[in-house]
Protein backbone atom coordinates (compact mmCIF):
# COMPACT_ATOMS: atom_id res chain seq x y z
CA UNK A 1 0.00 0.00 0.00
CA UNK A 2 1.36 2.97 -1.04
CA UNK A 3 1.74 6.25 1.96
CA UNK A 4 0.37 9.06 0.89
CA UNK A 5 3.18 11.40 2.53
CA UNK A 6 5.91 9.66 0.96
CA UNK A 7 4.00 10.55 -2.84
CA UNK A 8 3.84 14.10 -1.15
CA UNK A 9 7.22 14.43 -0.59
CA UNK A 10 8.71 13.39 -3.67
CA UNK A 11 10.39 14.98 -6.18
CA UNK A 12 8.45 13.56 -9.02
CA UNK A 13 5.09 12.32 -8.91
CA UNK A 14 4.56 9.48 -11.50
CA UNK A 15 1.33 8.78 -13.77
CA UNK A 16 0.50 6.42 -10.43
CA UNK A 17 1.05 8.81 -8.26
CA UNK A 18 -0.99 11.52 -9.40
CA UNK A 19 -4.21 8.96 -10.05
CA UNK A 20 -3.89 7.84 -6.55
CA UNK A 21 -3.64 11.44 -5.14
CA UNK A 22 -6.85 12.21 -7.25
CA UNK A 23 -8.56 9.42 -5.50
CA UNK A 24 -7.61 10.38 -1.86
CA UNK A 25 -10.39 10.71 0.37
CA UNK A 26 -11.32 12.10 4.01
CA UNK A 27 -7.75 12.23 6.09
CA UNK A 28 -5.24 11.78 2.90
CA UNK A 29 -7.33 14.24 1.15
CA UNK A 30 -7.24 16.05 3.97
CA UNK A 31 -3.85 15.75 3.84
CA UNK A 32 -2.96 16.71 0.40
CA UNK A 33 -4.98 19.95 0.42
CA UNK A 34 -2.77 20.98 3.95
CA UNK A 35 0.50 19.58 1.97
CA UNK A 36 -0.30 22.23 -0.99
CA UNK A 37 -1.41 24.67 1.17
CA UNK A 38 2.14 24.93 2.73
CA UNK A 39 3.41 24.74 -0.83
CA UNK A 40 1.66 27.72 -1.95
CA UNK A 41 2.58 29.73 1.31
CA UNK A 42 6.19 28.88 0.59
CA UNK A 43 6.84 29.78 -3.30
CA UNK A 44 4.12 32.14 -3.92
CA UNK A 45 2.73 33.42 -0.56
CA UNK A 46 -0.78 34.07 0.66
CA UNK A 47 -0.93 37.05 -1.80
CA UNK A 48 -4.19 36.93 -4.62
CA UNK A 49 -3.52 38.68 -7.73
CA UNK A 50 -6.28 40.31 -9.34
CA UNK A 51 -7.16 40.03 -13.18
CA UNK A 52 -10.03 41.90 -14.18
CA UNK A 53 -11.74 40.35 -17.15
CA UNK A 54 -13.31 41.59 -19.56
CA UNK A 55 -15.53 39.49 -21.75
CA UNK A 56 -15.77 41.80 -25.29
CA UNK A 57 -17.62 39.77 -27.41
CA UNK A 58 -19.34 36.25 -27.59
CA UNK A 59 -18.71 36.18 -31.49
CA UNK A 60 -17.38 33.11 -32.60
CA UNK A 61 -16.38 31.34 -35.49
CA UNK A 62 -16.19 28.17 -34.09
CA UNK A 63 -18.04 25.16 -32.84
CA UNK A 64 -16.54 23.32 -29.22
CA UNK A 65 -19.50 20.70 -28.13
CA UNK A 66 -18.99 21.96 -24.67
CA UNK A 67 -19.53 25.40 -24.82
CA UNK A 68 -22.80 27.81 -24.41
CA UNK A 69 -21.48 30.55 -27.16
CA UNK A 70 -21.00 28.00 -30.14
CA UNK A 71 -20.91 29.71 -33.48
CA UNK A 72 -24.27 26.94 -34.02
CA UNK A 73 -26.17 28.00 -30.92
CA UNK A 74 -29.16 30.49 -32.64
CA UNK A 75 -30.26 30.86 -29.17
CA UNK A 76 -27.58 33.49 -28.34
CA UNK A 77 -28.05 37.31 -27.84
CA UNK A 78 -24.31 38.02 -30.18
CA UNK A 79 -22.62 41.25 -28.91
CA UNK A 80 -19.47 43.11 -29.34
CA UNK A 81 -18.49 46.36 -26.97
CA UNK A 82 -17.42 48.69 -28.34
CA UNK A 83 -13.55 50.22 -27.49
CA UNK A 84 -15.03 52.99 -25.89
CA UNK A 85 -16.93 50.35 -23.69
CA UNK A 86 -13.92 47.91 -23.45
CA UNK A 87 -11.34 51.09 -22.26
CA UNK A 88 -14.67 52.10 -19.39
CA UNK A 89 -13.87 48.70 -18.16
CA UNK A 90 -10.00 48.87 -18.22
CA UNK A 91 -10.29 52.16 -16.92
CA UNK A 92 -12.14 50.75 -13.72
CA UNK A 93 -9.71 48.31 -13.61
CA UNK A 94 -6.84 50.74 -13.60
CA UNK A 95 -8.56 53.16 -10.64
CA UNK A 96 -9.28 50.19 -8.20
CA UNK A 97 -5.92 49.24 -8.73
CA UNK A 98 -6.26 45.72 -9.93
CA UNK A 99 -3.06 45.86 -11.76
CA UNK A 100 -4.13 43.57 -14.99
CA UNK A 101 -7.18 42.64 -17.66
CA UNK A 102 -7.78 39.99 -19.56
CA UNK A 103 -9.61 40.47 -22.57
CA UNK A 104 -11.61 37.30 -23.35
CA UNK A 105 -13.81 36.80 -26.25
CA UNK A 106 -15.42 34.01 -28.67
CA UNK A 107 -13.00 33.27 -31.55
CA UNK A 108 -11.89 35.06 -34.30
CA UNK A 109 -9.67 35.22 -36.83
CA UNK A 110 -9.77 37.74 -39.51
CA UNK A 111 -7.93 40.36 -40.35
CA UNK A 112 -10.25 42.78 -38.93
CA UNK A 113 -10.19 41.69 -35.63
CA UNK A 114 -5.99 41.56 -35.56
CA UNK A 115 -6.17 44.80 -36.45
CA UNK A 116 -8.83 45.95 -33.86
CA UNK A 117 -6.91 43.89 -31.14
CA UNK A 118 -3.64 45.72 -32.02
CA UNK A 119 -4.78 48.87 -31.79
CA UNK A 120 -6.78 48.72 -28.39
CA UNK A 121 -4.04 46.85 -26.98
CA UNK A 122 -2.10 50.60 -27.96
CA UNK A 123 -4.64 52.37 -26.40
CA UNK A 124 -4.99 50.49 -23.05
CA UNK A 125 -1.16 51.14 -22.45
CA UNK A 126 -1.60 54.64 -23.16
CA UNK A 127 -4.33 55.44 -21.17
CA UNK A 128 -3.18 53.60 -18.34
CA UNK A 129 0.40 54.92 -18.55
CA UNK A 130 1.75 51.57 -18.96
CA UNK A 131 0.94 50.53 -15.97
CA UNK A 132 -1.82 47.77 -16.83
CA UNK A 133 -0.73 44.22 -17.50
CA UNK A 134 -2.30 42.67 -20.08
CA UNK A 135 -3.15 39.05 -20.46
CA UNK A 136 -5.11 38.16 -23.84
CA UNK A 137 -7.84 34.81 -24.16
CA UNK A 138 -8.53 35.10 -27.61
CA UNK A 139 -7.92 31.50 -29.00
CA UNK A 140 -6.04 29.98 -32.02
CA UNK A 141 -4.13 33.18 -33.95
CA UNK A 142 -1.46 33.21 -36.54
CA UNK A 143 2.14 33.45 -35.46
CA UNK A 144 2.30 37.09 -37.12
CA UNK A 145 -1.01 37.77 -35.09
CA UNK A 146 0.51 36.79 -31.38
CA UNK A 147 3.86 38.84 -32.42
CA UNK A 148 1.39 42.33 -33.51
CA UNK A 149 -0.69 41.40 -30.10
CA UNK A 150 3.25 41.17 -28.14
CA UNK A 151 4.59 43.82 -29.79
CA UNK A 152 1.38 45.91 -29.32
CA UNK A 153 2.22 45.37 -24.81
CA UNK A 154 -0.23 41.87 -24.08
CA UNK A 155 2.80 39.86 -22.60
CA UNK A 156 0.63 36.72 -21.44
CA UNK A 157 -1.97 34.49 -22.93
CA UNK A 158 -4.13 31.78 -22.29
CA UNK A 159 -4.84 29.12 -24.46
CA UNK A 160 -6.36 25.64 -22.98
CA UNK A 161 -5.50 22.63 -24.33
CA UNK A 162 -9.05 21.58 -23.02
CA UNK A 163 -8.02 17.92 -22.98
CA UNK A 164 -3.98 16.78 -23.44
CA UNK A 165 -5.35 13.13 -24.81
CA UNK A 166 -6.27 14.08 -28.88
CA UNK A 167 -8.74 11.13 -28.89
CA UNK A 168 -10.94 12.76 -26.11
CA UNK A 169 -10.01 15.88 -27.81
CA UNK A 170 -11.56 15.47 -30.95
CA UNK A 171 -14.59 13.99 -29.13
CA UNK A 172 -15.73 17.72 -27.70
CA UNK A 173 -14.84 19.35 -30.81
CA UNK A 174 -15.43 18.73 -34.35
CA UNK A 175 -12.88 16.69 -36.43
CA UNK A 176 -12.04 19.54 -39.03
CA UNK A 177 -9.41 22.07 -39.47
CA UNK A 178 -10.72 24.86 -37.13
CA UNK A 179 -10.78 22.61 -34.15
CA UNK A 180 -7.61 20.96 -34.58
CA UNK A 181 -5.69 19.79 -31.68
CA UNK A 182 -2.09 19.73 -33.58
CA UNK A 183 -2.85 23.16 -33.89
CA UNK A 184 -3.67 24.17 -30.12
CA UNK A 185 -0.80 22.43 -29.63
CA UNK A 186 1.91 24.47 -31.84
CA UNK A 187 -0.25 27.62 -31.23
CA UNK A 188 0.78 27.09 -27.09
CA UNK A 189 4.21 26.67 -28.76
CA UNK A 190 4.44 29.62 -30.72
CA UNK A 191 3.04 31.86 -28.09
CA UNK A 192 5.68 30.34 -25.82
CA UNK A 193 8.51 31.18 -28.28
CA UNK A 194 7.20 34.63 -28.68
CA UNK A 195 8.01 35.43 -24.85
CA UNK A 196 4.35 35.31 -23.80
CA UNK A 197 3.58 33.81 -20.32
CA UNK A 198 1.82 31.44 -20.99
CA UNK A 199 -1.55 29.97 -19.46
CA UNK A 200 -3.13 26.47 -20.64
CA UNK A 201 -5.10 24.54 -19.01
CA UNK A 202 -7.99 21.57 -18.86
CA UNK A 203 -11.75 20.62 -18.40
CA UNK A 204 -12.29 18.75 -15.65
CA UNK A 205 -15.04 15.91 -15.40
CA UNK A 206 -16.19 15.71 -19.08
CA UNK A 207 -17.96 13.36 -20.44
CA UNK A 208 -15.83 10.31 -22.07
CA UNK A 209 -12.41 11.67 -19.15
CA UNK A 210 -11.04 9.05 -17.21
CA UNK A 211 -8.71 10.25 -13.89
CA UNK A 212 -5.71 8.71 -16.39
CA UNK A 213 -6.80 11.23 -18.28
CA UNK A 214 -6.50 13.90 -16.07
CA UNK A 215 -3.46 12.67 -14.50
CA UNK A 216 -1.82 12.90 -18.11
CA UNK A 217 -2.96 16.35 -18.42
CA UNK A 218 -1.33 17.61 -15.57
CA UNK A 219 1.55 15.68 -16.91
CA UNK A 220 1.23 17.70 -20.03
CA UNK A 221 1.29 21.20 -18.23
CA UNK A 222 4.42 19.98 -16.47
CA UNK A 223 6.36 18.86 -19.73
CA UNK A 224 5.65 22.17 -21.70
CA UNK A 225 6.35 23.95 -18.78
CA UNK A 226 3.58 26.42 -18.86
CA UNK A 227 3.88 29.28 -16.48
CA UNK A 228 0.11 30.08 -15.68
CA UNK A 229 -2.87 27.57 -15.48
CA UNK A 230 -6.78 28.46 -15.35
CA UNK A 231 -8.53 24.80 -15.04
CA UNK A 232 -11.84 24.13 -13.70
CA UNK A 233 -14.52 21.56 -13.79
CA UNK A 234 -16.58 21.06 -16.68
CA UNK A 235 -20.64 22.08 -16.53
CA UNK A 236 -23.33 20.97 -19.12
CA UNK A 237 -24.96 23.86 -21.17
CA UNK A 238 -28.30 22.71 -22.52
CA UNK A 239 -28.34 24.05 -25.96
CA UNK A 240 -24.90 22.08 -26.81
CA UNK A 241 -24.38 18.96 -28.52
CA UNK A 242 -22.74 17.37 -25.24
CA UNK A 243 -25.89 18.06 -23.29
CA UNK A 244 -26.60 14.49 -24.97
CA UNK A 245 -24.16 13.13 -22.66
CA UNK A 246 -25.02 14.37 -19.32
CA UNK A 247 -26.32 11.43 -17.80
CA UNK A 248 -22.58 9.94 -17.96
CA UNK A 249 -21.05 12.50 -15.94
CA UNK A 250 -19.79 12.70 -12.22
CA UNK A 251 -22.07 14.20 -10.45
CA UNK A 252 -21.50 18.07 -10.09
CA UNK A 253 -20.32 17.86 -6.41
CA UNK A 254 -17.47 15.33 -7.18
CA UNK A 255 -16.65 17.17 -10.57
CA UNK A 256 -15.74 19.93 -8.35
CA UNK A 257 -13.53 18.09 -5.72
CA UNK A 258 -11.87 16.47 -8.50
CA UNK A 259 -11.00 20.57 -9.79
CA UNK A 260 -9.80 21.14 -6.26
CA UNK A 261 -7.35 18.46 -6.06
CA UNK A 262 -6.25 18.73 -9.88
CA UNK A 263 -5.50 22.68 -8.47
CA UNK A 264 -3.71 21.15 -5.20
CA UNK A 265 -1.52 18.67 -7.21
CA UNK A 266 -0.26 21.21 -9.99
CA UNK A 267 0.79 23.12 -7.29
CA UNK A 268 3.21 20.95 -5.77
CA UNK A 269 4.17 19.66 -8.95
CA UNK A 270 4.94 23.51 -9.86
CA UNK A 271 4.93 25.03 -6.92
CA UNK A 272 5.80 29.12 -8.56
CA UNK A 273 2.96 28.80 -11.87
CA UNK A 274 0.01 31.36 -11.45
CA UNK A 275 -3.02 29.06 -10.93
CA UNK A 276 -6.68 31.04 -11.20
CA UNK A 277 -9.84 30.22 -9.14
CA UNK A 278 -11.77 29.32 -12.12
CA UNK A 279 -15.08 31.12 -12.02
CA UNK A 280 -17.05 27.64 -12.85
CA UNK A 281 -15.51 26.78 -9.46
CA UNK A 282 -17.90 29.12 -8.01
CA UNK A 283 -21.00 28.29 -10.49
CA UNK A 284 -21.12 24.57 -8.82
CA UNK A 285 -20.33 25.99 -4.90
CA UNK A 286 -20.56 29.62 -4.14
CA UNK A 287 -17.35 29.28 -2.25
CA UNK A 288 -15.62 27.61 -4.83
CA UNK A 289 -12.91 30.39 -5.92
CA UNK A 290 -11.97 30.62 -1.99
CA UNK A 291 -11.43 27.06 -1.50
CA UNK A 292 -9.35 26.41 -4.51
CA UNK A 293 -7.08 29.38 -3.49
CA UNK A 294 -7.14 27.92 0.30
CA UNK A 295 -5.40 25.26 -1.57
CA UNK A 296 -3.10 26.09 -4.19
CA UNK A 297 -4.69 29.04 -6.35
CA UNK A 298 -3.23 32.56 -6.53
CA UNK A 299 -4.90 34.76 -8.97
CA UNK A 300 -8.76 35.55 -9.58
CA UNK A 301 -10.86 36.92 -12.32
CA UNK A 302 -13.55 39.47 -10.88
CA UNK A 303 -15.80 39.79 -13.75
CA UNK A 304 -15.11 43.11 -14.84
CA UNK A 305 -17.70 43.22 -18.40
CA UNK A 306 -21.01 45.80 -18.26
CA UNK A 307 -23.74 43.72 -16.32
CA UNK A 308 -25.76 43.53 -19.43
CA UNK A 309 -23.81 41.78 -21.41
CA UNK A 310 -22.64 38.91 -18.82
CA UNK A 311 -25.90 36.97 -19.64
CA UNK A 312 -24.87 36.68 -22.88
CA UNK A 313 -21.62 35.87 -22.27
CA UNK A 314 -22.57 31.64 -20.77
CA UNK A 315 -20.47 29.28 -21.28
CA UNK A 316 -21.84 26.97 -19.27
CA UNK A 317 -25.42 27.16 -17.00
CA UNK A 318 -25.41 28.73 -13.30
CA UNK A 319 -22.30 31.60 -14.53
CA UNK A 320 -22.20 33.36 -10.96
CA UNK A 321 -22.69 36.58 -11.55
CA UNK A 322 -24.41 37.57 -14.28
CA UNK A 323 -27.00 40.40 -12.35
CA UNK A 324 -24.19 42.25 -11.14
CA UNK A 325 -21.68 45.19 -12.23
CA UNK A 326 -18.59 45.28 -11.82
CA UNK A 327 -18.40 47.62 -8.37
CA UNK A 328 -20.25 44.98 -6.63
CA UNK A 329 -17.75 42.48 -7.39
CA UNK A 330 -15.03 43.83 -5.74
CA UNK A 331 -16.56 44.88 -2.29
CA UNK A 332 -17.85 41.42 -2.58
CA UNK A 333 -14.26 39.88 -3.34
CA UNK A 334 -12.45 41.75 -0.69
CA UNK A 335 -14.41 40.31 1.78
CA UNK A 336 -13.96 36.43 0.41
CA UNK A 337 -10.61 36.75 -0.19
CA UNK A 338 -9.40 37.97 3.66
CA UNK A 339 -11.70 34.86 4.56
CA UNK A 340 -9.22 32.89 3.31
CA UNK A 341 -6.10 34.21 4.78
CA UNK A 342 -4.80 36.11 2.28
CA UNK A 343 -4.20 39.34 0.94
CA UNK A 344 -5.07 40.84 -2.11
CA UNK A 345 -1.79 42.18 -4.63
CA UNK A 346 -3.26 45.53 -5.25
CA UNK A 347 -1.18 47.36 -7.57
CA UNK A 348 0.68 44.26 -8.37
CA UNK A 349 0.90 42.61 -11.55
CA UNK A 350 1.73 39.64 -9.91
CA UNK A 351 3.69 37.71 -12.84
CA UNK A 352 4.74 34.04 -12.76
CA UNK A 353 7.56 33.87 -10.79
CA UNK A 354 8.11 29.96 -12.51
CA UNK A 355 8.23 32.58 -15.70
CA UNK A 356 10.26 35.47 -14.29
CA UNK A 357 12.81 32.93 -12.84
CA UNK A 358 13.36 30.90 -16.07
CA UNK A 359 13.81 34.24 -18.31
N1 LIG B 1 -12.63 31.42 -27.27
C1 LIG B 1 -11.51 31.36 -26.40
C2 LIG B 1 -11.75 31.95 -25.03
C3 LIG B 1 -13.14 31.84 -24.47
S1 LIG B 1 -13.62 30.25 -23.93
C4 LIG B 1 -11.01 29.92 -26.28
O1 LIG B 1 -11.78 29.02 -26.53
O2 LIG B 1 -9.84 29.74 -25.94
C5 LIG B 1 -12.67 30.09 -22.44
C6 LIG B 1 -12.70 28.72 -21.81
O3 LIG B 1 -14.00 28.43 -21.31
C7 LIG B 1 -12.41 27.56 -22.73
O4 LIG B 1 -11.03 27.39 -22.90
C8 LIG B 1 -13.08 26.39 -22.01
O5 LIG B 1 -12.15 25.60 -21.30
C9 LIG B 1 -14.04 27.06 -21.03
N2 LIG B 1 -15.41 26.54 -21.23
C10 LIG B 1 -16.17 26.60 -22.34
N3 LIG B 1 -17.32 25.91 -22.17
C11 LIG B 1 -17.28 25.39 -20.92
C12 LIG B 1 -18.17 24.58 -20.14
N4 LIG B 1 -19.32 24.14 -20.66
N5 LIG B 1 -17.81 24.25 -18.89
C13 LIG B 1 -16.65 24.69 -18.37
N6 LIG B 1 -15.77 25.45 -19.05
C14 LIG B 1 -16.08 25.81 -20.31
FE1 LIG C 1 -15.71 29.63 -29.17
FE2 LIG C 1 -13.95 29.43 -27.14
FE3 LIG C 1 -16.53 28.62 -26.88
FE4 LIG C 1 -14.86 27.20 -28.42
S1 LIG C 1 -14.69 27.52 -26.19
S2 LIG C 1 -16.95 27.81 -28.96
S3 LIG C 1 -13.60 28.85 -29.29
S4 LIG C 1 -15.79 30.70 -27.21
Known amino acids: MQNINNILHKTELTLNDIIYLLNVNDINEKALFLHSQVIKQQYVGNIVYYRGLIEFSNICEKSCYYCGIRNENINVNRYNL ?3 QILDAVKFAHVNKYASVVLQAGELATRTFAKRIETLLYKIKDITNNEIGITLSLGEQTAQTYQRWFNAGAHRYLLRIESSNPKLYYKIHPNNTKHSFENRLQCLQILKNIGYQVGSGVMIGLPFQTLTDMANDLLFLKQFDIDMCGMGPYIEHSDTPLYEFRNELLPQKQRFNLALKMIAILRIMMPKINIAAATALQA ?8 AIKIGANILMPNITPGKYR ?5 YENKPCTDEEADDCTKCLDARVSMTGNTIGYGQWGDS ?3 TEKT
Open 82 to 84: TNA
Open 284 to 291: IDPMGREK
Open 311 to 315: NSYKL
Open 353 to 355: KHF
